[in-house]
């Protein structure tokens, strides 16, 4: 059973910023890849930002230049800075986590359940 958990989303006024945490828990033997998404009401569900494990990272055209991708894999952890916040940001935002359970596993994707992010003065 893997689970991953966010968290730092909340209401924060245009301008502002957030740091967004992932934690996976549970039979994690390696992680490929960790990645936010964000699914605004109404729209699809967006890649918002990934990093692999050689660290190499990819954004949304939209929020590059304002978020940040990191990760500290050896604590399966993995991070979103977002500053110079819009109100075009507001979503929920998830985490999602390319992984293998066993050495001797497929990679498969886990989802976390999710946090809000609102900006809005």
């Known amino acids: 059973q893997v689970r991953l958990e966010e968290s730092g989303g909340g209401l924060v006024q245009p301008g502002g910023s957030l740091r967004l945490s992932c934690v996976g828990s549970?039979?994690?033997?390696?992680?490929?890849?960790m990645a936010w998404y964000r699914q605004a009401p109404g729209k699809q569900r967006e890649l918002v930002a990934n990093i692999n494990s050689s660290g190499r990272t990819s954004y949304a055209d939209s929020v590059k230049g304002r978020f940040t991708i990191s990760r500290d894999f050896a604590k399966n952890r993995v991070y979103l800075q977002m500053n110079s916040l819009k109100p075009e940001d507001t979503a929920v935002y998830l985490c999602n986590a390319a992984l293998r359970t066993y050495y001797y596993t497929a990679t498969a994707d886990y989802w976390g359940q999710g946090t809000q992010v609102t900006v809005s003065s």
């Open positions: 549970g039979r994690i033997f390696s992680i490929n890849a």
